[in-house]
C-alpha cells in the first residue's frame, strides 16, 4: 500500500497561489518614463537615499526597488534604486527621474 501525502488533506480546499509571494513580490510596470522592475523589500540593514525625494531610506524600513528594463543592456542591476514606497507611486506626477 502507498504512503499518504501529509501536504494536503483528502478533500481539503484547493489554495490559490500567492503570485506576490511566489514572484518575491516582483512585477513589470510601465509608465512614461519607461519599462521598470520593480520589487517590494520589508527592510535591509543598510540607508539607501530615495531619488524621489533625496532623504533617506532608514534601515528596516520596507520600501520598493526598481530598476529599468528597456534600457540598451536590458536589466542592469547596478542601475537598481531604492525608493520610498510613496515616492515611486508619486514620480508619475513629478516627470522623468533623475538618474
Do not use: I
Request: net charge positive; hydrophobic share 25%.
Amino acid at each position: 500500500m502507498g504512503r499518504r501525502s501529509t501536504k494536503r488533506p483528502y478533500g481539503a480546499e484547493h489554495v490559490e497561489l500567492d503570485v506576490d509571494r511566489a514572484t518575491g513580490g516582483r512585477r513589470s510596470e510601465s509608465g512614461a518614463d519607461g519599462e521598470w522592475t520593480v520589487q517590494q523589500v520589508r527592510g535591509s540593514d543598510r540607508e539607501y537615499r530615495c531619488p524621489g525625494c533625496d532623504q533617506l531610506v532608514g534601515a528596516g524600513t520596507a520600501h520598493v526597488v526598481a530598476w529599468r528594463t528597456d534600457g540598451l543592456f536590458g536589466e542592469a542591476l547596478d542601475d537598481r534604486r531604492h525608493w520610498h514606497t510613496s515616492c515611486w507611486q508619486a514620480r508619475a506626477r513629478r516627470g522623468p527621474t533623475r538618474r
